[in-house]
């Protein structure tokens, strides 16, 4: 059973959907920490109501993103996990920690790169009028949302959608596709080489990537 961690700036409902997976054996690991960058975010308590472990390393407290990233690398190292899953963590990370475990840092991004890095995806894909909106789970690099990408989950937008609802489904598509590749990374069946994602015994992994579209 592999070791996880878990970074988090926010709400954490990716984190409880996690905890969860793993809590009901759909993970084949545990996670083991929680680490946050903001004492105030609610996915600390959601943390706590799950029994894991959290520590809170505020950014606000380091005079630079190096110092910031030193602290986060200092304590990763000491508890060690097989797997460190980015969770709507609001931190650009930097060269020296990416490098040291790209192999094993995945992030999820809620638009379908290389579209929409960044902020604000959700009210860029309204305003150009996309058909598709979807998320993204990628390794991890130094360059904003554009390490090597997993797998894809897509959802049509529908005519005149709010905001609110379209976020709503992209949630959903969240909750679903994130824990099952996790599982996968922790199985062995999805691992990087090379700055290359690597795929066994998956057969849906088509053009190098995992391919969802969902009904939502």
Known sequence: MKKIAVLISGSGSNLEAIINACNSKNID????????????????????????????????????????????????????????VLAGFMRILGNKITKKFDNKMINLHPSILPLYPGLNTHEKVLQNNDKNHGITI???????????????????VKTNESKDHLIERIHKIEHILFPEII?????GNIGLKNNKVIFKNLNDANGGLIERFYEL
Do not use: M, W
Request: a negative charge; charged letters at 30%; proline letters at 4%.
């Open 138 to 156: 990628h390794y991890v690099s130094s360059e904003l949302d554009a390490g090597p990408i997993i797998a894809q989950g897509l959802i049509e």
């Open 183 to 187: 599982n996968e990374i922790c199985k």
């Open 29 to 84: 690991g545990t996670v083991i920490s929680v680490i946050c960058n903001d004492p105030k975010a609610y996915g600390i308590e959601r943390a706590k109501n799950l029994n894991i472990e959290v520590r809170i390393i505020n950014h606000k407290e380091f005079l630079t993103r190096e110092d910031f990233d030193d602290e986060l690398d200092s304590y990763l190292t000491q508890v060690s996990p097989d797997l460190i």
